[in-house]
């Protein structure tokens, strides 16, 4: 090979490798694009959903009242630019107005007893555009633990892929203020020994709110809670 052809080359493949890290980086390194980050995992908490593939359903309110609310989530592939992952299984779960979790109870962590009931429970397939919607309430809360709604994400083999949390905004003119004081749709409980994110087991060291849902509505018009799951399979 002449040696201009050499120089040639070794200064397109030099190009190619400066141009390639800074693709790879825009979708892996948090601080290039920050909503290209992996979301935390976090644990499955002490009541999963048991047998989730019998809860494939949109609509998981059950027999519960209190504020309406709908959930949208959208799992991204990090992996591949962070596009739509498409197929893959989403569970949900979270407590009533209350507090209380279907399918447990009777015990000294949750007194009121549920094992018997399925609410709030439940399993959609994204679509092509990587997204789920399930029609809820506005989850209450409980002593120790911030409002939270748990997620655990499969791919289309059922291979469990993430299990995580997601939190909410706070704030006097937060939604979780707004409901937890509405005493009219049954949540009597306020704020009074809440545990915010801050200080929250799971949610304290997402310093940067990564976990934090996007929350629009009203308490007549109901609240629609919209988080962007971005996992790594």
């Not at 995992?41 to 027999?63: A, Q, V």
């Not at 569970?91 to 962590?109: A, L």
């Not at 939190?167 to 003119?173: I, K």
Request: charged content about 20%; hydrophobic content about 30%; proline content about 3%.
């Amino acid at each position: 090979m002449e040696r201009k052809d050499f120089i040639k080359n070794s200064l397109g493949l030099l190009g190619a490798s400066l141009i390639v890290p800074k693709v790879l980086m825009s979708c892996k390194d948090s601080t290039v694009v920050n909503d290209c980050e992996v979301w935390a995992s976090e644990t499955e908490g002490p009541f999963p959903t048991k047998k989730p593939e019998d809860f494939l359903s949109k609509n998981i309110k059950g027999d519960r009242t209190g504020v309406e609310a709908t959930i949208k989530i959208n799992v991204t592939n990090v992996d591949e630019s962070c596009q739509p992952l498409i197929g893959a299984i989403v569970d949900i779960w979270h407590c009533d107005k209350d507090g209380n979790y279907s399918q447990y109870g009777g015990t000294q962590m949750q007194q009121t007893n549920y094992q018997s009931y399925n609410f709030l429970r439940g399993r959609q397939i994204t679509d092509s555009e990587g997204k789920v919607k399930f029609t809820s309430i506005f989850p209450g809360w409980y002593s120790g633990r911030a409002t939270h709604i748990h997620v655990h994400i499969y791919n289309a083999n059922g291979v469990s892929i993430k299990v995580t949390q997601i939190a909410f905004p706070e704030g006097t003119s937060s939604a979780v203020a707004t409901v937890n004081s509405a005493s009219s749709y049954g949540y009597t409980k306020g704020l009074t020994g809440y545990t915010y994110n801050a200080k929250d087991n799971v949610f304290s060291d997402d310093k940067e709110g990564l976990q934090i849902a996007t929350v629009s509505g009203s308490l007549s018009a109901g609240y629609t809670i919209s988080s962007n799951i971005k996992v790594s399979i």
